[in-house]
């Protein structure tokens, strides 16, 4: 089945000690991102990934580290975290086309609590 | 990048047409409109993706008039599980999607 996955799915975590939550795709795509959702913020972009080793900063990149090492995973790093950062996530993945716009796929996220 | 406009919310009742406007003024050449629906505690998944005119497809319908300035998702005779949030995003083709900007959603309220 065609999907990205993401884990874990909930995080408790208190300040400062570092986490990953990771992203995995099954369907050979070039493209990946990471977004957090805040009540009344909708979705917000932290980075993208067009491919292997080329990573770019979203809207709201402070705070956050990616890789992309290998094309089917992208973790999402945060090395300080930090209450503001208490939020949930999602990560996508779509083709990149280029006679066509091609979908994105979502994770069903992962929420993470920094106390 | 096109910035989008839409209702905060909307209410409808089982077997409505339901649609729902995006404004995007600074649309560009090269982007397409995708809509999305979003269910609690899930990610947001695809419904539906135009350039101009009308799009239809099993779950919606999609019109964008000529000066693509704005489109309309449409969602015809709508039941309870239709209750979700709505986003639309403009971005481009040719080069993937690169940033990406959501709006804040329409949450769809459906009634019996």
């Known amino acids: 089945e065609a999907q990205v996955t993401q884990n874990p799915r909930y995080l408790i975590t208190v300040t400062g000690k570092k986490l990953t939550v990771t992203c995995s795709q099954n369907m050979n795509h070039e493209y990946m991102s990471w977004y957090r959702q805040d009540p009344g913020l909708g979705l917000r972009q932290i980075y993208y990934?067009?491919?292997?080793?080329?990573?770019d900063k979203g809207d709201v990149p402070e705070g956050y580290k990616v890789s992309r090492k290998e094309k089917r995973n992208f973790p999402l790093i945060l090395e300080s975290p930090s209450p503001n950062q208490t939020s949930l996530y999602f990560c996508?993945?779509?083709?990149?086309?280029?006679?066509?716009?091609?979908?994105?796929?979502f994770g069903n996220g992962t929420r993470l609590t920094v106390t | 990048l096109a910035k989008t406009t839409q209702p905060i919310s909307m209410d409808s009742y089982e077997g409505q047409e339901v649609n729902i406007t995006c404004s995007h003024n600074n649309i560009a050449t090269n982007d397409y409109i995708t809509w999305y629906q979003q269910f609690p505690s899930q990610g947001p998944r695809f419904i539906i993706q135009?350039?101009?005119t009308k799009v239809t497809n099993e779950v919606a319908s999609l019109f964008i008039p000529a000066d693509r300035k704005s489109s309309t998702l449409s969602l015809p005779r709508v039941s309870l599980s239709d209750t979700a949030v709505y986003y639309c995003l403009v971005g481009p083709m040719n080069t993937g999607f690169q940033k990406l900007v959501f709006g804040t959603g329409t949450r769809l309220l459906v009634s019996p």
């Open positions: 990934s067009m491919n292997v080793e080329v990573t």
């Open positions: 996508a993945s779509s083709l990149i086309g280029e006679t066509y716009n091609s979908p994105l796929h």
């Open positions: 135009g350039y101009k």
